[in-house]
C-alpha cells in the first residue's frame, strides 16, 4: 500500500519543491500508516477476515485522489471505535483482575502477621511463668487455638494434621490440637443455609428434604446437619459428572443402587459459605511459597514444593463435594466385600458442588472405645482386640492392597457400630481427601520401600529409594544404602512405627545429602501407616504391629498378584482369637 502511495506521489508531483506540501504528504503518510497498522492489529486481534480491495480515497495538496487499503478498520462485525473499546475493556479487567489478587494477598499476609505478633509476647511468657502462673499457659493455648480457628480452613486443617504426629510435635500441642478433629466452632444463621440449599437443589428443595437446623457437626471446610427425605430416592453408583478432578479408574462391576425410603435420616453436608475464596487464596500464596523453595537445589531433591501443590491441590478439591461424593461410590466398591467397614452413600440427584445429601452413619465415636478400661472384663477386652485389629486392616488394605487411601482417617473421622452378629464394624467419614499412586511401577516401588523398612532391610529400602531417582543424579549411591542400613540397625530394638517419624527425618536428610529424589507419596503412606499404629496401640499398647502387618501385607500382595479382589478377612487370622484371649489374661 506504501509503495502505491509512492508510486502515486512520483507520478502527479508529490515531491515538488514546496517545503509545506512535503511536510503535508509526510504527514499524511504517517496518519495513513498509523491507521493502517492499528486497524492490522486489532484486525488480527480478533480474528476477523477483511475484504483486501476495500478501500477509500484520499486527497493530498498536488497529488492525484490516491486510495489506501483501511479495510481492517471497518469490518462487517464491529468499528475500528467498538474494537477499540472492547481491547480497553479486556485490558482494563485483566489489571483489575491482577491488582484485586494482590489486595488479596496483601490482606492475608497482613492477616497472618496480625495474628502471629501477639505469640511473640505471649510464647516467652508462657516459657518463664507458665510454670508457676497457669493462667498463663492456659490463655496462651487458648489464644492459639482460637486463632487457628479464625486464620481458616488451611490452618485447621494443618493442625488436625499435627495433632496425629506426637513423634513430631510436643506431647502437650498435640493434646491441645486434637480438640480440632471432632469440631470446630461454627454457627451460620438459618437463613444462609436455606439460600444455600435453593442454590443447590432449587426453591422447592424442601419438597425432597426436611432439614434440622441443629447441626451434627462442623469441620474446616464443610458442616453437616441431620435431615429426612421425604421421597424415596437411590443411592449413586455411577460416577457423578463434573470438573470434579478425580481419578474414576476401577468403576467395574458396580453395585446395583440402595433404595433409600422415605423417612430415612439422611446427613446434608454443605460447604462452609465464602470459604472457598479463602482457601484458594491460601493455596495460592502456599503454591508461590513451593515455587520458592523450587529455587534451592538442596530443597528441590525432597519434593517439598511438590508436597506443597499436592496439599494445595488436595485443599482445593475438598471445595467440591463431587469430588467427595466420587471417592464414597468407589469406596464403596473397594470395601463391598468386607462388611467389617462401611461407607455413606451419596443420595442421587442430591450431590452439587457445595451441597451433599448422603445415608446418615450412626455410631459411637471411636474414642469412646478408646476409652474403656481394662478392668471392665472380658468382653471388653476382646472388643478393644478387635478393633485395634480391624483399624490396622483399614489402612493396610487402602495403601497396600487397593492404592486409594484415606488421607485425613483421625479418630474423629471413625466410628463404631455392630453388624447384626454382635461384630463391631468401623464407620468411616470425611473422604474427600485421597492419596493415590500413579502409575503401577511407582505404586510397587512405594510398597518395596515401607515393607522394606517394616523387615529392618535399609539396604532394600534405600535401593527402591534410588530407582525413583535418575542414577546420574545419585551420589554416592553405596554409601546411601549403607547410611539408612545403618540408621535401622540402631532402631533394630524398636518397632518401626514407633520410630516412624525419626526415620522420616533421617532418610530427608539422607536423601539431600546423597541427592536421592524422594518421592511426596512415600510422606503420606508413612503417615497413613503412623495413623493405623495409632488407632492400633490406642487399644492395644503391648502389640508388635510389624509382626501383625507383615503376614496381612504379604498376603495380600499375592492375592492380589494372583487377581483375586478379596482383602484378607479378619476371620481368616488364626491368631485373631489366641491374640484376644492373650491380652485379656494379662
Known amino acids: 500500500m506504501f509503495r502505491r502511495i509512492l508510486q502515486s506521489g512520483g507520478r502527479h508531483g508529490a515531491y515538488s519543491s514546496s517545503v509545506k506540501s512535503f511536510k503535508f504528504n509526510v504527514v499524511a ?35 492525484a485522489p490516491t486510495v489506501i487499503n483501511v479495510s481492517a478498520v471497518v469490518t462487517p462485525s464491529e468499528s475500528f471505535l467498538q474494537s477499540v473499546i472492547r481491547s480497553v475493556k479486556k485490558t482494563t ?37 507458665g510454670s508457676s502462673f497457669p493462667a498463663v499457659e492456659e ?23 499435627a495433632s496425629t504426629r506426637p513423634d513430631l510435635f510436643p506431647p502437650r500441642l498435640v493434646e491441645r490440637l486434637v480438640k480440632l478433629q471432632d469440631d470446630v466452632a461454627v454457627n451460620h444463621p438459618r437463613d444462609t443455609i436455606h439460600k444455600t440449599l435453593s442454590v443447590a437443589f432449587g426453591e422447592n428443595w424442601q419438597d425432597v428434604l426436611e432439614l434440622d437446623p441443629v447441626p451434627l457437626g462442623a469441620g474446616s471446610v464443610a458442616q453437616v446437619f441431620k435431615g429426612t427425605l421425604k421421597k424415596t430416592m437411590k443411592t449413586a453408583v455411577e460416577p457423578i459428572e463434573g470438573d470434579t478432578g478425580v481419578n474414576m479408574y476401577g468403576f467395574k462391576n458396580k453395585k446395583a443402587p440402595e433404595i433409600v425410603p422415605t423417612g430415612r435420616q439422611v446427613a446434608i453436608k454443605m460447604i462452609h459459605p465464602h470459604v472457598e475464596q479463602l482457601v484458594r487464596t491460601d493455596m495460592e500464596l502456599l503454591s508461590l511459597f513451593a515455587n520458592l523453595m523450587d529455587k534451592f537445589p538442596s530443597l528441590e531433591i525432597l519434593s517439598l514444593g511438590e508436597t506443597c501443590r499436592q496439599f494445595a491441590d488436595i485443599m482445593n478439591k475438598q471445595l467440591d463435594l463431587r469430588v467427595e461424593a466420587n471417592n464414597l461410590i468407589k469406596f464403596t466398591q473397594k470395601f463391598a466385600n468386607d462388611k467389617w467397614a462401611a461407607f455413606p452413600a451419596p443420595i442421587e440427584t442430591l450431590i452439587s458442588h457445595n451441597v451433599m445429601v448422603e445415608t446418615l452413619m450412626e455410631g459411637k465415636p471411636i474414642n469412646y472405645f478408646m476409652d474403656l478400661k481394662s478392668e471392665v472384663g472380658d468382653s471388653v477386652h476382646s472388643l478393644k482386640m478387635k478393633l485395634s485389629d480391624l483399624g490396622c486392616r483399614l489402612i493396610l ?50 510398597v518395596n520401600v515401607c515393607t522394606s523398612f517394616m523387615k529392618h532391610d535399609g539396604r532394600a529400602a534405600a535401593r527402591y529409594m534410588i530407582e525413583h531417582t535418575s542414577s546420574e543424579t545419585v551420589q ?96 481368616d487370622d488364626p491368631n485373631r482369637d489366641k491374640d ?4 485379656a489374661a494379662k
Open 93 to 129: 479487567c485483566e489489571v483489575a483482575k491482577g491488582a484485586v489478587k494482590t489486595v488479596r494477598y496483601a490482606q492475608r499476609i497482613l492477616l497472618y502477621t496480625l495474628y502471629g505478633i501477639p505469640l511473640t509476647g505471649l510464647l516467652p511468657a508462657n516459657y518463664m511463668l
Open 476 to 571: 554416592h549411591a553405596g554409601d546411601f544404602c549403607e547410611a539408612v542400613q545403618q540408621m535401622v540397625v540402631d532402631t533394630e530394638q524398636h518397632s518401626y512405627f514407633e520410630h516412624l517419624g525419626e526415620y522420616v527425618a533421617k532418610v530427608c536428610d539422607l536423601a539431600r545429602k546423597h541427592n536421592v529424589r524422594l518421592d511426596p507419596a512415600y510422606f503420606k503412606i508413612a503417615m497413613a501407616l503412623k495413623v493405623a499404629e495409632g488407632i492400633s496401640l490406642a487399644f492395644n499398647k503391648d502389640l508388635d504391629l510389624v509382626s501383625k502387618c507383615i503376614p496381612i501385607i504379604v498376603k495380600a500382595q499375592a492375592l492380589k498378584a494372583m487377581g483375586v479382589t478379596n482383602f484378607p478377612k479378619p476371620e
Open 29 to 63: 503518510l504517517g496518519v495513513a500508516s498509523s491507521v493502517t497498522l492499528s486497524a492490522g492489529l486489532y484486525s488480527r486481534d480478533q480474528r476477523t477476515q477483511c475484504d483486501v480491495m476495500q478501500t477509500i480515497p484520499i486527497a493530498l495538496p498536488n497529488v
Open 397 to 446: 488394605k487402602m495403601v497396600f492392597f487397593d492404592n486409594f487411601v484415606h488421607g485425613d482417617l483421625h479418630p474423629g473421622n471413625l466410628l463404631v457400630d455392630f453388624l447384626p452378629n454382635g461384630e463391631p464394624r468401623l464407620l468411616v467419614l470425611d473422604c474427600g481427601i485421597i492419596y493415590s499412586v500413579k502409575g503401577e511401577k511407582e505404586y510397587q516401588n512405594l
Open 580 to 583: 484376644s484371649k492373650k491380652d
Open 139 to 161: 490463655f496462651t493455648w487458648d489464644y492459639i487455638m482460637w486463632s487457628i480457628q479464625r486464620l481458616g480452613p488451611c490452618f485447621v486443617k494443618l493442625a488436625q494434621w
